[in-house]
């Protein structure tokens, strides 16, 4: 088949063969024989092999164009096959693609770029090639900026799969891996599953008061950062409520700790707000990025003040050296890609589209009985599925893995596998695609309510 690029590209979903299709089928069984296991559960479901993709859309190897609702894993803001990054990529490479972490025109324009774009406090940075490294550079940072030890997480956190971030991640992925870096503790986050009904207030006052006892009866009274994510990604889609993130302002303030936010997952015009604290107001003393900031390349930042990141012994020289983070191709496509935000008002079109999004799931999905709640911010949408209205108990693993794969046969491709669907397309989604992914999630729950 003819898969150019220059084939016109549809705004909705265009099926040629079942999907997965015999092509599809073919790649994933080759690359599973040759991969370790452990790839994500999206991938290993769907069976699903993409060649390329425009915008919103993406095409699989039998030539089935595919709506992405899921921007990969919520990397792909500005859509598939992004010009202005593709052609930032090819002259960088083919100027200079690496020498250590010697200084370069291009990262000191996209650090310039981005200190405009961020709080003044926020004015130094470190550099590496993924949210889980940016975590960890961000848990040596504050370690040594404090001369403290202890790390306060939250039940639900997602921070990645190297051990420190794991250690401050909850959930699945830690079993038969021995012992956790020490000096983490998780604290009660705000989470429907328990508040229900409760307003943000309530939520807020609960988690403050599990905060303040487990400083007074398990930690010591020097924590050296709390880390939480403004909004829960992985953990449920959890927009975290001002007040509950004002208290955590004011509890660092109190104690001397550092306050992180990890905003990998939201960071960057995903909920609606160039950055997730616009929502609350409330200034990080480190802001951690990843994901889509790089416009598809690897990247992880951690921005902090000054005073804050060149302190302590971890910022002797080469202590926070690494091979290949900052280097001129991350730092081309980060620049490419914030150009291409603000030029394409990207930010705008998640915020309107986004609430168009969220309103269109919450009216056609009222009367399903598996869904619980679709909540979100921008184009970070969770739909909450349960397996029985009443009790409201997460719907287990069969029934989210027949929703991936209905919506899959409908042309919508998601990646999450968690009871809570996530919907995170590209940020220049149109209202059009908007409710072509509604009808699809209402018509494969209606087809898996009547069959169960
Ligand atoms: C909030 C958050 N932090 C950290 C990470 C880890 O990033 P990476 O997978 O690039 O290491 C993720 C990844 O999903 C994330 O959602």
Redesign the pocket.
């Given at each position: 088949m003819d898969t150019s690029t220059d084939e016109v590209v549809t705004e909705l979903p265009v099926l040629r063969t079942e999907v997965p299709g015999p092509n599809s089928r073919a790649v994933f069984k080759k690359d599973q024989s040759l991969l370790a296991a452990g790839n994500s559960a999206g991938s290993l479901w769907s069976e699903l092999a993409i060649r390329d993709g425009r915008g919103a859309m993406i095409r699989d190897v039998d030539g089935n164009w595919l709506l992405d609702a899921c921007s990969g894993?919520?990397v792909m803001n500005l859509g598939h096959g992004h010009r202005g990054v593709a052609d930032a990529l090819a002259e960088q490479a083919g100027l200079l693609t690496h020498f250590y972490d010697f200084a370069t025109e291009v990262r000191v324009e996209f650090l310039e770029t981005l200190t405009a774009l961020l709080p003044a406090e926020l004015d130094a940075f470190h550099l590496a090639n993924?949210?889980?490294?940016?975590?960890e550079a961000a848990i040596r940072i504050v370690r040594s900026a404090t001369g403290r030890y202890e790390v306060i997480a939250f039940h639900n956190a997602?921070?990645?799969?190297?051990f420190g971030?794991l250690a401050l991640t909850t959930g699945a992925g830690r079993e038969g891996l021995g012992p956790m870096m020490p000096g983490v503790t998780h604290s009660v986050a705000p989470d429907p599953s328990w508040g229900r009904g409760m307003d943000d207030s309530e939520t807020s006052a609960t988690c403050a008061r599990h905060l303040e006892r487990l400083v007074k009866q398990v930690l010591t009274d020097q924590p050296a950062a709390v880390v939480i994510?403004p909004m829960q990604?992985?953990g449920g889609m959890i927009p975290i409520p001002g007040e509950f993130l004002r208290y955590l302002r004011e509890f660092c303030d109190r104690t001397g700790a550092l306050l992180v936010f990890?905003?990998?997952?939201?960071g960057g015009g995903r909920t609606g707000r160039l950055w997730t604290f616009e929502h609350s107001g409330v200034i990080p003393d480190i802001l951690?990025l990843?994901?889509g900031i790089g416009g598809g390349f690897?990247i992880?930042i951690v921005a902090g003040p000054r005073s804050v990141m060149d302190a302590g012994p971890g910022a002797e020289p080469t202590h926070n050296s690494s091979t290949f983070g900052g280097n001129p191709l991350a730092c081309a496509a980060g620049l490419a890609a914030i150009r291409a935000l603000e030029r394409e008002e990207l930010v705008e079109n998640a915020a309107k589209v986004g609430a168009h999004l969220i309103d269109g799931l919450t009216k056609r999905l009222e009367k399903r009985q598996s869904v619980a709640e679709v909540r979100g911010l921008g184009l970070a949408i969770g739909i909450e599925l349960v397996s029985d209205p009443i009790s409201r108990s997460p719907a287990g693993g069969e029934f989210v893995r027949d929703v991936l794969l209905g919506l899959l046969r409908r042309g919508v491709v998601i990646s999450s596998t968690s009871h809570v669907v996530r919907i995170t397309p590209p940020l220049c989604l149109t209202f059009s695609q908007a409710d072509f992914i509604t009808e699809a999630v209402n018509s494969t729950l209606l087809e898996l309510e009547r069959s169960s």
């Open positions: 894993t919520v993924s949210g889980s490294e940016a975590v997602y921070h990645g799969r190297t971030a994510e990604g992985a990890d905003e990998i997952l939201t951690l990843g994901k690897p992880g």
